[in-house]
């Protein structure tokens, strides 16, 4: 292990990237809250100056994963897509069997020029994580109970606002609806074969409601859907711990363009042609299984230098009060200040493993675990 690494590894760094993300977090949070009276008087205005609070949240993480753990995520594309991307909005969908698969959409979001507008179709759960589901309340984030009865009427609302959307977006939808575990996949195969439906290898059975009810409400304004399809090389199954702890991984993303007008409006044929699509995606995981490349020609646009500017804006503003208050606490010798303080420490340490805990696949839902309803026919 090199000096560099040993440094990035150190509690302390874990502690300090931690203190930058979740105070600048608040001030922009709260800088959010303040651009509401907008809203009534100018919605474009409100939307683009969120896009660019968004960002500065957003982009620390991104920042985490290009510039202090220095993962590289390949881009595996065609030329004749490449030249879309960041040029329209469109619905990506992806795999979701990795903790980090956000993260590496969000890296190519950067590199696109579209994270602060970046959207996705998360579960309601997520919308009370301090700070991002904050963030996400003001850039018209569209959550879901993953309850039909009750989303049905709820996300087609939401995905109606997007319509008149200033910027151009990517819209993320995780068709599997959870997170790939060994007993999901198991239970919905059974439901897969219930339906009849070829069985999946590397992929749970896709959910098809939540991709057709976006399909419906955003055709037109949305011009393409980006099929795409992450893997890890050599087994690497990467965290966000590993990340904040300096450990570099190696991502492959294959993403393909389909021209929405080629997605069937029909709801029947809408998911039947999802099913098949993530067929095919099961496929492009069998090859990378096998020979450690999608199809495609590697296209990886070189990350930009403004997520790490950002970072080092926060931490230069908020990194020498705290160095003062650190000193003057010491210096006033009191120690009910001082364990006052080393109590508040924890209790946002704990906090912040919480969030962090989120992403973390044992601490899943246990949504898609249930046994498959029996199908008489
Ligand atoms: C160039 C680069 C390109 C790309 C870069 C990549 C990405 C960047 C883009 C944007 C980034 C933006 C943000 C990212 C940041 C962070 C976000 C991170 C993650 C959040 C994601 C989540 O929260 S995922 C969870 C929430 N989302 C979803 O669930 C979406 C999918 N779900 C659905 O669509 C569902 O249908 C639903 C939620 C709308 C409703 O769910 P519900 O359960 O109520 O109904 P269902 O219809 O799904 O269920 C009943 C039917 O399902 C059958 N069934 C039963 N059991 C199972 C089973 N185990 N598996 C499969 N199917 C099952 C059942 O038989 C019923 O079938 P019917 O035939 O009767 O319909
Ligand atoms: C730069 C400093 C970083 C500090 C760490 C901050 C951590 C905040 C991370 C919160 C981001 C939350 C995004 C998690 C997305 C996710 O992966 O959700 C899972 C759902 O799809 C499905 O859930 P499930 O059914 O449980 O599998």
């Known amino acids: 292990m090199g000096v560099w690494q040993l440094i990035k590894s150190q509690f302390i760094c874990l502690l300090l990237i931690c203190y930058v993300f979740l105070v600048s977090g608040l001030i922009i949070n709260l800088l959010q809250l303040c651009t509401l009276p907008l809203w009534p008087i100018s919605k474009q205005l409100y939307r683009r100056i969120n896009c660019r609070l968004g960002y500065s949240i957003a982009s620390q993480m991104v920042a985490l994963l290009e510039w202090w ?82 989303d049905r009427r709820t996300v087609a609302q939401s995905l109606q606002n997007l319509r008149d959307y200033p910027e151009n977006f990517w819209f993320l939808l995780h068709c599997e609806g959870t997170r790939f575990t060994e007993k999901k996949h198991q239970i919905s195969m059974q439901v897969a074969e219930s339906k009849g439906l070829p069985k999946l290898k590397h992929h749970l059975l896709p959910r ?120 003057r606490l010491v210096s006033s010798g009191s120690s009910a200040t001082i364990l006052t303080t080393a109590a508040l420490c924890v209790a946002v340490s704990v906090g912040m493993r919480w969030m962090i805990g989120q992403t973390e696949i044992k601490k899943g839902s246990s949504y898609g675990n249930k046994d498959a309803p029996v199908n008489n026919n």
């Open 69 to 150: 753990s220095g993962t590289e995520c390949n881009l595996y594309s065609h030329p004749e897509s490449y030249k879309y991307f960041g040029k329209e909005s469109a619905i990506v969908v992806l795999n979701h069997n990795i903790e980090i698969d956000f993260l590496c959409g969000w890296t190519f979001c950067e590199r696109f020029g579209v994270l602060g507008s970046s959207k996705v179709l998360a579960k309601k759960e997520l919308a009370y994580v301090p700070l991002i589901g904050w963030m996400w309340y003001h850039l018209e984030i569209v959550f879901c109970k993953r309850k039909w009865e009750e």
């Open 208 to 327: 098809t409601k939540g991709f057709n009810i976006t399909v419906q409400n955003l055709r037109g304004p949305v011009t393409a859907v980006y099929d795409s399809t992450l893997n890890f090389r050599n087994n690497e199954t990467p965290t966000l711990l590993g990340l904040l702890s300096g450990k570099k991984y190696h991502g492959d993303m294959y993403v393909r363009r389909i021209p929405m007008e080629s997605i069937p409006e029909d709801e029947g044929e809408c998911g039947a042609w999802l099913h098949k699509l993530y067929q095919e995606k099961d496929q492009f995981q069998e090859e990378y299984s096998q020979t450690g490349r999608f199809p495609g020609a590697v296209l990886t646009p070189a990350r930009r230098p403004w997520t790490l500017l950002n970072w080092l804006f926060w931490a230069s503003v908020l990194l020498y009060p705290l160095a003062g208050l650190l000193v």
